[in-house]
């Protein structure tokens, strides 16, 4: 009977050894895979602009932090999730989505243009999630009313413990000025063009770019839009204290 054993041994062994392998997501010296294109790395976020060409697919690769994600573009793919079945996902432009991390998946592009997103983990980790203006997770909306005006929109998206969206949308050569101590990302929608004043330095942001505001004492931060068309953007606010 031990030959038996033996070889019940070795064909499982074989199937593990055949079983797919995630790679990881691009950090520090870390490669990662070659869909998601690392821009921000710090103690909060990890931020990557993600493209995948038309009916190509990433690799499959593995998320272990929570993280929201920003589709630039009208998208149709499907989400392979090791180990569940799969999901057919038709994504409109500006849709964002916030997803628990601990799987590993492939993310194959299904349309005959490129799918573009930008991928941002939370290094820290995510407490309850609660909608605030828009239906980002499972739950009811809360009472609070967005801040519209002709020139400036703001629309607050979801919060954790930890984290708060808000969606602005800037009317053609508006300014919006902001004055606070925590940090932020911004992150730029698709078509937008959207020049960035912080601590004495300026930067333009267009469709994906995204930008790292650090915390400080009461720091001043201006948003201006170039473009002759709306422009929306996303601030990201990670700070305990929110």
């Not at 948003?223 to 002759?228: C, E, F, I, S, T």
Request: hydrophobic share 40%; with cysteine; aromatic share 8%.
């Amino acid at each position: 009977m031990k030959p038996i054993y033996l070889l019940s041994a070795l064909f499982l062994f074989s199937l593990r050894a055949q079983a797919p392998v995630p790679v990881p997501l691009a950090h520090g010296d870390v490669p990662g895979e070659p869909h998601h294109h690392l821009k921000i790395e710090n103690a909060y976020v990890r931020a990557y602009y993600v493209e995948v060409p038309p009916h190509d697919a990433t690799q499959l690769h593995q998320h272990d932090n929570d993280y929201i994600f920003v589709t630039l573009g009208d998208s149709d793919v499907t989400n392979a999730v090791l180990g569940k079945p799969e999901a057919h996902l038709v994504l409109k432009d500006g849709e964002v989505h916030f997803t628990r991390g601990g799987f590993a998946h492939v993310a194959r592009n299904n349309a005959d243009a490129l799918f573009r997103n930008v991928t941002i983990e939370f290094l820290r980790p995510q407490g309850e999630a609660h909608n605030l203006g828009e239906q980002i997770v499972q739950g009811p909306l809360s009472d609070c009313r967005p801040a519209r005006d002709p020139q400036v929109s703001i629309v607050p998206l979801f919060e954790t413990g930890d984290t708060r969206l808000e969606l602005l949308t800037l009317a053609p050569q508006a300014s919006f000025e902001m004055i606070g101590r925590t940090g932020r990302l911004l992150v730029a929608f698709d078509k937008a063009e959207l020049q960035v004043h912080f601590s004495g330095k300026t930067s333009v942001l267009h469709s994906g770019d995204a930008i790292w505001l650090p915390p400080g004492d009461g720091w001043k931060q201006t948003v201006k839009n170039l473009a002759r068309a709306p422009s929306r953007y996303l601030t990201v606010f990670v700070n305990s204290s929110l």
